[in-house]
């Protein structure tokens, strides 16, 4: 939602068959860049016919099993240190995809990781095999070593304008057919900004909607948002 720009980018590289073997998506928490880093994963390995995830081929399926034996995904904040990276990555690009074309490997707040460990890394970045690709998710890219950023192709995440939080949200409520008005969303889309949230991660949407499973309105809502403010 709001990353048309990275998107369009990426659609037209896999079109043209011009995939860079490795991606950082920076920017603030909650504006969708590990979602997509994940998209993306499943996108690359879908062996369906659509331009996007099928769903319904090999890959997506063992994607959506939650156990997927070409795209793993690693948290960098608990894997900090070189013997992690090592063991989590090094030692296993060797090893060709089972499922899908590549073996792909996400690694959340990348920029957490040690010096270290981004000196292990650096080899397998500067001569990647050619089944594997990176996917890099960070807040803080300027905490990421220049001999890192000069090897992958970084795509800056925006956040999401007021009015945009409010589409997605009016999206939501249709989906789930809730009717609702524009006072409620304005003041969930007014919060969600405030806490750098994706209106679906926000626990001030999600208790507005468990207070009234079938109508949201302006009063409803500022009662809620009075209890969740602190």
Known sequence: VGQEH??????????EGRVHHAFLFTGTRGVGKTTSARILARTLNCTGESERPCGKCPSCKDFASGSSVDILEFDGASNTGVDKIRDLIIEQVQYHPMIGKYRIFIIDEVHMITGSAFNALLKTLEEPPPHVIFIFATTEANKIPQTILSRVLRFDFKRLSQTQ???????????????TDNEALSILAEKAEEKDEEPKENPVKE??????????SG???VKIVETTSD
């Open 207 to 216: 208790k507005p909607f468990a207070y009234s499973t079938e109508a949201l």
């Open 219 to 221: 009063p409803t809502n």
């Open 165 to 179: 939080i409010i589409e997605r949200l009016r999206f939501i409520c249709n989906e789930e057919g809730i009717t």
């Open 6 to 15: 990275v998107a369009t980018t990426l659609q037209n590289a896999i079109e």
